[in-house]
């Protein structure tokens, strides 16, 4: 469990740029479930997480993205920190990544300081509605 790491939180979307004043533009913001027209299908996903840390900084944090089906993915992260007055935050961009659905079930994003110990911090459901104008391809 993050003791010293506190997510502050944690969005799903399917890109971020960053701009010049090192602002991120979060697009393709998934505000509910995730819909698809068809199964199995390839959505585009990235993770923005603000992560408050108490301590000693760990020198890196570790990203696990699965579901729903049997992949999964661990990035590995190396922290830079934003110090502002006592707390120490970090903010976490993922690149976009195509993610094969392979069924309906739930998209899940874990994060820890080591890959053994990683805490929940998003989930999205993911459901098959082809009639929806919003659904992912």
């Known amino acids: 469990m993050m ?7 944690a969005i799903f979307c399917e890109d971020i740029r960053e701009e010049k004043s090192n602002k991120h533009i979060l697009i ?9 027209v068809k199964i199995p299908a ?10 408050e840390i108490k301590g000693d900084v760990p020198k890196e ?4 993205f699965s579901g729903p089906g049997k992949g999964q993915a661990i990035l ?27 069924k309906e079930g739930i998209l899940r994003v874990e994060m820890g300081e080591a890959e053994d110990k990683l805490q929940l911090v998003l989930e ?5 509605n082809p009639d929806s104008p919003t659904s992912a391809s």
């Open 3 to 9: 003791k010293k790491l506190k997510v502050k939180n």
């Open 28 to 36: 393709g913001v998934f505000s509910g479930g995730v819909n698809v």
């Open 42 to 51: 390839t959505i585009k996903v990235a993770v923005y997480a603000q992560i």
């Open 61 to 64: 944090i570790f990203i696990k």
């Open 76 to 102: 590995k992260v190396e922290v830079v920190v934003d110090e502002t007055e006592s707390q120490k935050y970090v903010t976490i961009a993922t690149s976009s990544f195509g993610v094969n659905i392979e």
């Open 124 to 128: 999205k459901s993911v459901n098959l």
